[in-house]
Protein backbone atom coordinates (compact mmCIF):
# COMPACT_ATOMS: atom_id res chain seq x y z
CA UNK A 1 0.00 0.00 0.00
CA UNK A 2 1.19 3.09 -1.08
CA UNK A 3 0.60 6.36 1.28
CA UNK A 4 1.15 10.39 1.93
CA UNK A 5 0.13 12.23 3.99
CA UNK A 6 -1.05 16.50 3.66
CA UNK A 7 -0.74 19.24 5.85
CA UNK A 8 -2.08 22.52 6.32
CA UNK A 9 0.53 25.11 6.84
CA UNK A 10 -1.04 28.51 6.26
CA UNK A 11 -3.12 30.60 3.59
CA UNK A 12 -3.34 28.15 1.06
CA UNK A 13 -0.38 26.25 1.44
CA UNK A 14 -0.04 22.69 2.06
CA UNK A 15 2.96 20.11 2.54
CA UNK A 16 2.43 16.31 1.23
CA UNK A 17 5.36 13.73 2.58
CA UNK A 18 4.73 10.61 0.97
CA UNK A 19 5.67 7.25 2.65
CA UNK A 20 9.11 7.52 1.14
CA UNK A 21 10.05 10.37 3.08
CA UNK A 22 9.93 13.02 0.53
CA UNK A 23 7.93 15.84 0.87
CA UNK A 24 6.57 18.79 -1.82
CA UNK A 25 5.22 22.52 -0.81
CA UNK A 26 1.87 22.97 -3.13
CA UNK A 27 0.36 26.61 -2.91
CA UNK A 28 -2.41 28.34 -5.03
CA UNK A 29 -1.49 31.85 -6.57
CA UNK A 30 -2.44 35.16 -5.27
CA UNK A 31 -5.97 35.43 -6.82
CA UNK A 32 -7.12 32.62 -4.86
CA UNK A 33 -5.87 33.20 -1.61
CA UNK A 34 -2.13 31.70 -1.72
CA UNK A 35 1.30 32.91 -1.77
CA UNK A 36 2.53 30.77 -5.29
CA UNK A 37 5.28 29.15 -2.72
CA UNK A 38 4.33 25.63 -4.20
CA UNK A 39 3.26 23.78 -7.53
CA UNK A 40 -0.60 23.46 -7.88
CA UNK A 41 -2.02 19.68 -7.37
CA UNK A 42 -3.35 19.44 -11.22
CA UNK A 43 0.35 20.65 -11.97
CA UNK A 44 1.75 17.59 -10.16
CA UNK A 45 -0.96 15.49 -11.36
CA UNK A 46 1.00 15.94 -14.77
CA UNK A 47 4.09 15.24 -13.25
CA UNK A 48 3.18 12.15 -11.61
CA UNK A 49 2.13 11.15 -15.18
CA UNK A 50 5.25 12.46 -17.14
CA UNK A 51 7.22 10.53 -14.20
CA UNK A 52 5.62 7.43 -14.40
CA UNK A 53 5.66 6.83 -18.05
CA UNK A 54 9.31 8.39 -18.64
CA UNK A 55 10.32 5.90 -15.79
CA UNK A 56 8.90 2.77 -17.96
CA UNK A 57 10.37 4.17 -21.17
CA UNK A 58 14.37 4.38 -19.78
CA UNK A 59 13.66 0.95 -17.95
CA UNK A 60 12.25 -0.42 -20.82
CA UNK A 61 14.71 0.86 -23.21
CA UNK A 62 17.98 0.62 -20.91
CA UNK A 63 16.77 -3.41 -20.61
CA UNK A 64 17.32 -3.24 -25.33
CA UNK A 65 20.31 -1.82 -24.50
CA UNK A 66 19.69 1.37 -26.13
CA UNK A 67 22.46 4.18 -25.36
CA UNK A 68 20.08 6.25 -23.89
CA UNK A 69 21.10 9.50 -22.42
CA UNK A 70 17.61 11.23 -21.66
CA UNK A 71 13.85 11.29 -21.73
CA UNK A 72 12.10 14.29 -21.44
CA UNK A 73 8.37 13.97 -20.66
CA UNK A 74 6.64 17.54 -22.00
CA UNK A 75 2.59 17.58 -20.80
CA UNK A 76 -0.24 19.27 -22.07
CA UNK A 77 -3.25 18.87 -20.13
CA UNK A 78 -6.76 20.42 -20.62
CA UNK A 79 -9.07 21.21 -18.09
CA UNK A 80 -13.25 21.27 -18.14
CA UNK A 81 -14.75 24.72 -17.76
CA UNK A 82 -16.94 23.50 -15.10
CA UNK A 83 -16.29 22.27 -11.61
CA UNK A 84 -14.76 20.05 -10.75
CA UNK A 85 -12.75 20.99 -13.86
CA UNK A 86 -10.68 17.60 -13.97
CA UNK A 87 -8.78 17.06 -16.85
CA UNK A 88 -10.25 16.15 -20.40
CA UNK A 89 -7.19 15.76 -22.54
CA UNK A 90 -3.39 15.16 -22.13
CA UNK A 91 -0.76 15.44 -24.39
CA UNK A 92 2.23 13.54 -23.72
CA UNK A 93 5.43 14.19 -25.52
CA UNK A 94 8.31 11.73 -25.34
CA UNK A 95 12.14 13.45 -26.51
CA UNK A 96 13.96 10.48 -26.11
CA UNK A 97 17.80 11.22 -27.01
CA UNK A 98 20.20 8.65 -27.25
CA UNK A 99 22.83 6.84 -29.89
CA UNK A 100 22.08 4.81 -32.53
CA UNK A 101 18.82 4.76 -31.23
CA UNK A 102 16.70 2.35 -32.98
CA UNK A 103 12.81 3.87 -33.72
CA UNK A 104 11.43 0.21 -32.96
CA UNK A 105 12.69 0.09 -29.49
CA UNK A 106 11.35 3.28 -28.72
CA UNK A 107 7.98 2.84 -30.37
CA UNK A 108 7.47 -0.08 -28.25
CA UNK A 109 8.89 1.80 -25.14
CA UNK A 110 6.62 4.17 -25.58
CA UNK A 111 3.41 2.02 -26.13
CA UNK A 112 4.02 -0.36 -23.43
CA UNK A 113 3.98 2.03 -21.07
CA UNK A 114 0.79 4.30 -21.97
CA UNK A 115 -0.85 0.32 -22.27
CA UNK A 116 0.65 -1.86 -19.92
CA UNK A 117 3.16 -0.31 -17.23
CA UNK A 118 2.30 3.14 -15.89
CA UNK A 119 0.14 2.71 -12.95
CA UNK A 120 -0.62 6.54 -13.28
CA UNK A 121 -1.63 6.75 -16.82
CA UNK A 122 -4.54 3.74 -16.23
CA UNK A 123 -6.16 5.98 -13.32
CA UNK A 124 -6.47 8.55 -15.37
CA UNK A 125 -8.32 6.18 -18.01
CA UNK A 126 -11.70 7.08 -18.69
CA UNK A 127 -11.48 10.28 -16.79
CA UNK A 128 -9.37 12.09 -19.46
CA UNK A 129 -8.65 11.58 -23.35
CA UNK A 130 -4.61 10.59 -23.24
CA UNK A 131 -2.49 11.40 -26.17
CA UNK A 132 0.91 10.70 -26.92
CA UNK A 133 3.60 10.88 -29.56
CA UNK A 134 7.74 10.45 -28.99
CA UNK A 135 10.63 12.85 -31.20
CA UNK A 136 14.30 10.92 -31.24
CA UNK A 137 17.33 13.03 -31.05
CA UNK A 138 20.14 10.96 -31.86
CA UNK A 139 23.67 12.78 -30.70
Known sequence: MV???VKWVDGMQFVGESDSGHAIVMD???????NNTGMRPTELL????????????????RKKRQLLSG??????????Q?????????????????????EEAVKRAVELSMTKYCSVKATLE???KVSYRYRIVQE
Open 28 to 34: ADKDAGG
Open 3 to 5: QAK
Open 71 to 80: VETNIKGQKA
Open 126 to 128: GTA
Open 46 to 61: LIGLGGCTGMDVASVL
Open 82 to 102: DYPQKFTEIEIEFVVTGKDLS
